[in-house]
């Protein structure tokens, strides 16, 4: 099972709308105009499809829809790798206001357009009415064609990424070969007379402190020497200074500390503070060994720092920036080295080119390999549909000039009959042919996907009697492994179906006159026998038309 419940609220013409979904192969039908589509609509539109202000009913304020989806490995881990989580059931619900915008949610959590529309290549694959209309598109057929074949392109994008970015260096590098010399000139100049200079990182503010210093050395000696005596006075007067003082204090405690036992923590303190002023005063006399004057050091920072302010000012950056400037003009420098290196670029755009080619060429081994099966295998469906002897050929065309997507080109051919020569879909095959090609390749592509659900959309539109029977058979065998919903006019199909699900328009008295509503309804027995009747004879259902409808639905 995949879906199993769709709720829709003021989507279209349907005002409220809750239907609880089986597995297996449900059909939907109705009269003209009933709304048979507005269910796959609704789908597309909750797993992503472009938003727009004509989904909401008239007269409502927003359109809302909510699909709850079994879980499945696939569904759980792509849930896990983009920050959802995991609940017993998958829950999505959308809703688009009479502006057209639209808000999203999965499992509760907000989510974009974008990845409701990457879910759903888990959740379901839908095939339209319009299907055949992909068959003479050269970019859908190769897409389709490198889907059967199970292709992992991305390699391929890649290596044809990396050959275009060479190409263009390339390229670049032969136009501006002139503006790059001259370039190339300035930047040589402004690094040679940096050079000069030889700038180092940090090194400014180091200049900068080293000058603060020596430009005020005799200060800082003053200041050193007279902290020096306050501190420690040496043979002057006890009281002189604060050495002294404390260790008078000192003293003066400890000889009453055996009186009074609280004096022993102040003597610690004492004590501690002593040691603290000897080391202060020994670090300034070590401070006062090392500090010279020095002229000559102060003249030539001086002259130093007199060449870095211009320098700086020439090249219009601040004396600390000079440094990162002279790197950048370096690396820029490096680059263009590099971009005149035509004999390298040419070297690096072949080796990107035959990474490139070597990917392709592998892309094209495996699209040689699946065209005559996928060829194979819709020719056999055909059979099937009514186009007894018809053959269906995928034709793979060398390229005149390398393209993203590899060398060939692919194109659909098809044979309606024995004896006749496959040619283009487009030329040969007739509107209901082309249908029923269509339907062939839905059926045939369907058996390999993943997604848990398949729906189709009208896509027996131009078949009926016996092929019409066929088809229904097909969907039914795809319903035993999946599940499968199908919009048909063609009681044929809706016949072979498990379930069948009646659209229909339903008057919801006077608040709503003039706003018609869709409802659906899932019929049995004699209700599903008047269903396929009235498929078979139109509006008048006779009792041949019911005797018919009942053998048709006895028969499945």
Same mark, same amino acid.
């Given at each position: 099972?995949?879906?199993?419940?769709?709720?829709?609220?003021?989507?279209?013409?349907?005002?409220?709308?809750?239907?609880?979904?089986?597995?297996?192969?449900?059909?939907?039908?109705? /009269?003209?105009?009933?709304?048979?589509?507005?269910? @796959?609509?609704?789908?597309?539109?909750?797993?992503?499809?472009?938003? $727009?202000?004509?989904?909401?009913?008239?007269?409502?304020?927003?359109?809302?829809?909510?699909?709850?989806?079994?879980?499945?490995?696939?569904?759980?881990?792509?849930?896990? /790798?983009?920050?959802?989580?995991?609940?017993?059931?998958?829950? @999505?619900?959308?809703?688009?206001?009479?502006?057209?915008?639209?808000?999203?949610?999965?499992?509760?959590?907000?989510?974009?357009?974008?990845?409701?529309?990457?879910?759903?290549?888990?959740?379901?694959?839908?095939?339209?009415?319009?299907?055949?209309?992909?068959?003479?598109?050269?970019?859908?057929?190769?897409?389709?064609?490198?889907?059967?074949? %199970?292709?992992?392109?991305?390699?391929?994008?890649?290596?044809? =990424?990396?050959?275009?970015?060479?190409?263009?260096?390339?390229?670049?590098?032969?136009?501006?070969?002139?503006?790059?010399?001259?370039?190339?000139?300035?930047?040589?100049?402004?690094?040679?007379?940096? /050079?000069?200079?030889?700038?180092?990182?940090?090194?400014?503010?180091?200049?900068?402190?080293?000058?603060?210093?020596?430009? $005020?050395?005799?200060?800082?000696?003053?200041?050193?020497?007279?902290?020096?005596?306050?501190?420690?006075?040496?043979?002057?007067?006890?009281?002189?200074?604060?050495?002294?003082?404390?260790? +008078?204090?000192?003293?003066?405690?400890?000889?009453? +500390?055996?009186?009074?036992?609280?004096?022993? +923590?102040?003597?610690?303190? *004492?004590? +501690?503070?002593?040691?603290?002023?000897?080391?202060?005063?020994?670090? *300034?006399?070590?401070?006062?060994?090392?500090?010279?004057?020095?002229?000559?050091?102060?003249? %030539?920072?001086?002259?130093?720092?007199?060449?870095?302010?211009?320098?700086?000012?020439?090249?219009?950056?601040?004396?600390?920036?000079?440094?990162?400037?002279?790197?950048?003009?370096?690396?820029?420098?490096?680059? *263009?080295?590099?971009?005149?290196?035509?004999?390298?670029?040419?070297?690096?755009?072949?080796?990107?080119?035959?990474?490139?080619?070597?990917?392709?060429? *592998?892309?094209?081994?495996?699209?040689? =390999?699946?065209?005559?099966?996928?060829?194979?295998? @819709?020719?056999?469906?055909?059979?099937?549909?009514?186009?007894?002897?018809?053959?269906?050929?995928?034709?793979?065309?060398?390229?005149?000039?390398?393209?993203?997507?590899?060398? /060939?080109?692919?194109?659909?051919?098809?044979?309606?009959?024995?004896?006749?020569?496959?040619?283009?879909?487009?030329?040969?095959?007739?509107?209901?042919?082309?249908?029923?090609?269509?339907?062939?390749?839905?059926?045939?592509?369907?058996?390999?996907?993943?997604?848990?659900?398949? @729906?189709?959309?009208?896509?027996?539109? &131009?078949? &009926? &009697?016996?092929?019409?029977?066929?088809?229904?058979?097909?969907?039914?065998?795809?319903?035993?492994?999946? %599940?499968?919903?199908?919009?048909?006019?063609?009681?044929?199909?809706?016949?072979?179906?498990?379930?069948?699900?009646?659209?229909?328009?339903?008057?919801?008295?006077?608040?709503?006159?003039?706003?018609?509503?869709?409802?659906?309804?899932?019929?049995?027995?004699?209700?599903?026998?008047?269903?396929?009747?009235?498929?078979?004879?139109?509006?008048?259902?006779?009792?041949?038309?019911?005797?018919?409808?009942?053998?048709?639905?006895?028969?499945?």
């Amino acid at each position: 099972m995949a879906i199993q419940r769709l709720i829709l609220r003021d989507f279209i013409i349907v005002r409220a709308l809750e239907l609880d979904l089986a597995s297996g192969f449900t059909a939907l039908t109705g /009269e003209t105009g009933a709304g048979k589509s507005i269910l @796959i609509d609704a789908i597309q539109m909750g797993l992503g499809e472009r938003a $727009n202000a004509g989904v909401v009913r008239e007269g409502a304020s927003k359109a809302d829809i909510a699909i709850e989806f079994d879980r499945t490995p696939a569904v759980d881990a792509w849930l896990a /790798e983009s920050g959802f989580e995991t609940e017993d059931h998958l829950l @999505i619900r959308r809703t688009v206001d009479t502006a057209g915008k639209s808000r999203a949610w999965i499992n509760g959590s907000a989510a974009t357009a974008a990845q409701l529309r990457e879910l759903a290549d888990h959740l379901v694959d839908i095939h339209g009415q319009h299907a055949w209309a992909m068959l003479t598109r050269p970019d859908a057929v190769r897409e389709l064609l490198d889907a059967y074949a %199970q292709l992992d392109k991305k390699p391929l994008a890649l290596a044809w =990424e990396n050959w275009r970015a060479a190409h263009a260096q390339l390229g670049l590098a032969k136009s501006s070969a002139a503006t790059q010399t001259q370039e190339r000139e300035r930047l040589q100049w402004q690094i040679s007379e940096v /050079e000069k200079l030889a700038p180092l990182a940090d090194e400014w503010a180091e200049l900068n402190t080293e000058h603060a210093r020596l430009s $005020n050395a005799q200060s800082l000696i003053d200041a050193a020497t007279e902290a020096i005596t306050a501190l420690d006075g040496g043979e002057s007067d006890i009281r002189d200074h604060a050495r002294g003082r404390i260790h +008078s204090a000192l003293q003066a405690l400890q000889a009453q +500390s055996h009186v009074e036992k609280g004096f022993q +923590s102040i003597c610690d303190e *004492l004590t +501690s503070s002593l040691a603290q002023v000897e080391d202060a005063a020994h670090s *300034l006399q070590t401070y006062l060994r090392k500090i010279d004057l020095d002229p000559a050091r102060l003249t %030539q920072l001086d002259a130093r720092m007199v060449d870095w302010l211009s320098l700086a000012r020439r090249f219009k950056s601040t004396p600390d920036e000079l440094h990162t400037v002279l790197q950048g003009w370096r690396e820029s420098l490096a680059k *263009l080295d590099a971009m005149s290196d035509l004999d390298a670029l040419e070297k690096a755009e072949r080796t990107a080119y035959a990474a490139f080619e070597t990917a392709a060429k *592998l892309v094209s081994k495996k699209r040689s =390999e699946a065209s005559p099966r996928l060829g194979f295998a @819709i020719t056999a469906a055909m059979q099937e549909l009514g186009m007894k002897g018809g053959k269906f050929d995928v034709l793979l065309t060398k390229l005149d000039a390398p393209a993203s997507h590899g060398l /060939e080109s692919a194109e659909f051919l098809v044979a309606g009959h024995a004896g006749t020569t496959p040619k283009p879909v487009g030329k040969v095959a007739s509107g209901g042919e082309l249908s029923r090609i269509a339907l062939a390749i839905a059926v045939t592509t369907s058996k390999l996907g993943n997604a848990p659900t398949l @729906i189709f959309d009208e896509v027996d539109a &131009g078949i &009926g &009697g016996a092929t019409a029977q066929t088809v229904g058979k097909l969907m039914q065998q795809l319903g035993v492994d999946r %599940q499968v919903l199908a919009v048909t006019h063609l009681p044929q199909v809706a016949s072979q179906a498990h379930q069948h699900g009646v659209v229909s328009k339903l008057a919801l008295g006077e608040a709503t006159i003039g706003v018609p509503s869709s409802q659906i309804t899932m019929v049995t027995g004699d209700d599903r026998i008047a269903e396929i009747a009235r498929m078979l004879g139109g509006e008048i259902v006779t009792s041949t038309a019911r005797t018919h409808a009942a053998e048709m639905l006895e028969a499945t």
